[in-house]
């Protein structure tokens, strides 16, 4: 077995972290997307009965990006 079940574990443990005691919040949201991202494709193409979870997941994950959005403009910026 390797250690990336222990990596993801860390980054999601990390990143919820700081998501609850409110600092570095982009950087958490930068962390749990791609994970979010892996989860819901996973879901979406190969176990779709946890689709329903993956998607609320995104769409919290979606609204917090919004409400942040401030700190992703100079990445959307040409």
């Known amino acids: 077995m390797s250690g990336y079940v222990y ?6 443990v990390i990143g919820g972290f700081l998501l609850l005691i409110g600092r570095f ?3 958490a949201l930068t ?3 791609a994970i979010i991202f ?6 979406t193409l190969m176990a779709p009965e946890g ?6 997941v995104t769409a919290l994950e979606i609204f917090l ?10 990445l959307l910026r040409p």
């Open 7 to 12: 990596v993801i574990g860390a980054l999601q």
């Open 25 to 27: 919040v982009p950087f």
């Open 31 to 33: 962390i749990l997307g």
């Open 38 to 43: 892996n989860i819901l494709v996973f879901h």
């Open 51 to 56: 689709f329903p979870p993956a998607l609320v």
């Open 65 to 74: 990006l919004w409400r942040y959005r401030d700190a992703f403009a100079g």
